[in-house]
C-alpha cells in the first residue's frame, strides 16, 4: 500500500510562490503516476499536473500549465509541486495521489486509488 503526507500549504499574496510536498512511504513509486488536484468551495474537484515515476512523463492542466511545475525526487520518494504567479482563483484544498494503472484517464480522479489528507493553499489580494 501506498500512504501519501502533503505538506507546504499555507497563505500567500497573489503573484507570489509556494512550493507543496507529498512524500510517499508503504513501497516504491517507480510504476505509479503521481497526481495533483484541488478543490475550492463550491466547485468541483478538478485535476492540476501528474507525473509518471519511472519515466518522466508531465501532465498539466490548461489553467495552470506555465506557471505550476510538477517533479519527484526519488530517493526520497516525494513529488513536488512548484506553484508561481499564483491567481487568487488557485486558492482551494490540494490533495496528492497516486495511481498504478489509470484506466480512467490521467487527469480523472476515478484513476487513483491512493490519497493524501490534502492541505490548504490561500490566495489573498
Known amino acids: 500500500q501506498v500512504q501519501l503526507v502533503e505538506s507546504g500549504g499555507g497563505l500567500v499574496q497573489a503573484g507570489g510562490s509556494l512550493r507543496l510536498s507529498c512524500a510517499a512511504s508503504?513501497?516504491?513509486?517507480?510504476?505509479?503516476?503521481m497526481g495533483w488536484f484541488r478543490q475550492a468551495p463550491g466547485k468541483e474537484r478538478e485535476f492540476v499536473a501528474a507525473?509518471?515515476?519511472?519515466?518522466?512523463?508531465?501532465y498539466y492542466s490548461d489553467s495552470v500549465k506555465g506557471r505550476f511545475t510538477i517533479s519527484r525526487v526519488t530517493a526520497k520518494n516525494t513529488v513536488y509541486l512548484q506553484m508561481n504567479s499564483l491567481k487568487v482563483d488557485d486558492s482551494a484544498v490540494y490533495s496528492c495521489?497516486?495511481?498504478?494503472?489509470?484506466?480512467?484517464?490521467?487527469?480523472?480522479?476515478?484513476?487513483?486509488?491512493?490519497w493524501g489528507q490534502g492541505t490548504q493553499v490561500t490566495v489573498s489580494s
Open positions: 495521489a497516486a495511481a498504478l494503472g489509470l484506466p480512467f484517464g490521467v487527469p480523472n480522479i476515478k484513476s487513483y486509488p491512493y
Open positions: 508503504g513501497r516504491t513509486l517507480r510504476n505509479y503516476v
Open positions: 507525473i509518471s515515476w519511472s519515466y518522466d512523463n508531465l
